[in-house]
């Protein structure tokens, strides 16, 4: 089974090794409540310094990483809420909970716009803290469970300096232009040209099927396909030429999607 990796930070020994022990106890009981997901939380870095967190994302790198930080860390210079905002970057869907001895500071938090989903006060009984954990780790599950739903709903290019997130129902096709690793997408809501190789686009997007060394289909979006004249037609006109090679493939196509076949 896949795994979540959490991440606890904090410069004290002795609340890491406690904030361990509760951490692990949500773990286990999430596993066992109707909340669980497909993919299991484990405990892959605790430190008490905010360097191992930097470096271990830097090689390991992280996505929907649970983050247990101390607020305060050893290190004037830097806190847990600069840590939450490098994590942020490298992880855009962390699950990020401060741990402080200072309720005051939550503001700080806020005010720094790190997302984070909650905050747990040290000076609270192991009870008290425990409960809190098991609510927080069961939300950040369904946080990722909502994230990933969204996700596999969604393809997402860059358009110059936007990030374009565009519903796969939507999608007609993408085809290569003649300028080099230049694509076109084109949608029922209009089309957009963005920088990638086909081929990435093809292995990494599994609604999309090939049908020429130039030109990635959705097949819910195809009108027809002519086994004889070997072309595509898709709902908005375009018709797109397949190679003999794919005549197979292409019949496969029309019982698989209730593809039209001329």
């Known amino acids: 089974m896949e795994e979540y990796g959490v991440v606890i930070c904090d410069d004290d020994e002795v609340q ?21 997901i ?3 939380f484990r405990i892959t870095l605790e430190t008490t310094n ?19 930080l101390d607020i305060e860390l050893e290190n004037d ?15 855009k ?10 309720e005051n500071l939550a503001v700080m938090t806020y005010r720094r716009r790190t997302g984070a989903i909650d905050f747990i006060t040290k000076d609270e009984s192991d009870f008290v803290i425990q409960k809190r954990l098991n609510e927080t780790l069961s939300l950040a599950a369904k946080r990722i469970r909502e994230s990933q739903a969204i996700k596999e709903q969604t393809f ?4 110059g300096r936007r990030i ?3 519903n796969i129902k939507d999608i007609l096709y993408i085809v290569t232009t003649q300028q080099s690793h230049k694509l076109r997408i084109v949608t029922f809501n209009g089309e957009g040209e963005f920088s990638g190789d086909i081929k990435k686009i093809d292995e990494q997007n599994n609604f999309l099927e090939k049908i020429s060394q130039s030109c990635l289909a959705n097949p819910d979006n195809i009108a027809e396909i002519d086994l004889k004249m070997r072309t595509v037609k898709f709902k908005d006109g375009y018709v797109e030429v397949f190679p003999r090679r794919s005549s197979r493939k292409m019949k496969n196509m029309i019982s698989r999607y209730n593809v039209e076949k001329v």
């Open 16 to 36: 890491l090794k406690r904030m361990h022990d509760l951490v692990s106890r949500a773990i286990w009981a999430l596993e066992d409540s109707p909340d669980s």
């Open 38 to 40: 497909d993919k299991k």
């Open 50 to 68: 905010y360097q191992k967190v930097i470096d271990y994302l830097a090689i390991n790198g992280m996505t929907n990483g649970v983050y247990f």
């Open 77 to 91: 210079d830097v806190n847990g809420i600069d840590l939450a905002e490098f994590i942020r970057d490298k992880d």
């Open 93 to 102: 869907n962390a699950q990020i909970i401060f741990i402080t001895a200072y």
């Open 156 to 159: 997402s290019y860059k358009m």
């Open 164 to 166: 374009i997130n565009q």
